[in-house]
């Protein structure tokens, strides 16, 4: 069946000086020569779209306008000039679309080095340029995975940031093992995907979180209680009492706020590490006597690259990791980020053009 693509469509839209998104219509592009058009199935939203669309202090490749969304699995219905015939990809394809996959070019320092995720010169679909909140999209090859059976649009969509973030924190920063003990802060978005991901090494995963609800899911994948911090009970009592306190091999800290922080700084064993990913307060303190008489690592991780969303959507496929997303209309983008902001989504939602009904929000 031959596709018929349109020269136009709307999407939403970030303008500079507007701190609203934007339902705009602009032309559908072509496939770029190294990459391909999809026709968008999901896009997730992401807690970081807010400050996308509300923070204008932002980087130079930043453009005046462009489509918000950067997490995404579309199917390919145009393939770029330079793609080999025997690339792997053809039309009708389901893709993943990691967001940042890097310039790849052998001069760039960070693509050289593995840290793609930091590439200032590849593009970054919905972060300063055009995303996937939009019918259709184009995506570099490098950014393409393929969706393995059994895995839903959405739950591609959302592992391309929110899971392969996780995994990515948890795998190649956090280098954690089977035999550690993980003091895991926050069980949100990404919080709850690294859960899953510590569980499925087998690492021994103390939680806490201000969310009952989100607790009892914890308790739903197997974490036993005495793991559990108890919702208002203060974390480094807990862990005195638990007999776990300076000795917790790594925390996990989703959350990033100065509680988070210092707790951390505590909780953990000498030599331990303390691996950062949320950043909810933008500065924290240091005890520069604890991290320095304990010998603490600080790791700090950012973003994930194509080979964790790779692994990421075959752990998906074999039903090691079950991503919490749930369906909206794209029409919703505005309700959903107010949502997010508030605080009120469990999970993750994406958003699709005929939606499953998914009752409140
Ligand atoms: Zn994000
Ligand atoms: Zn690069």
Redesign the pocket.
Known sequence: MIQTIPRTMFAWRKHRGNMKPIWEQVSVSQAPPTGFLVKMLAAGVCRSDHNLTTNEDQPAWFQDRFTLGHEGCGTIVEIGSHIPSDAGFEIGDVIALLAVP????RS?D??KNEL?QL?Q??HHSGIGQDGFFAPYATIDVRGAVKVPKGVTPSQAAVATDAVTTAYHAIHRRGQIQSHETVFLFGLGGLGFNALQILRAIGARVLVSDVKQDMLDAARDLGVHDEDIVPIGKDVKEWCREKGWFGKVDVTADFVGVAQTFSDAQFLVRQAGRMLCVGTLNHHNEVHMKIGIRKRLTIIFSYGGQTRDLEDVLELIARGVLDPMVRDAKIGDLPIVMDALQKGEVKGRIALVSQPKPVGKL
């Open positions: 890097g310039c790849g070019e760039c960070e693509c793609q590439c010169r590849g």
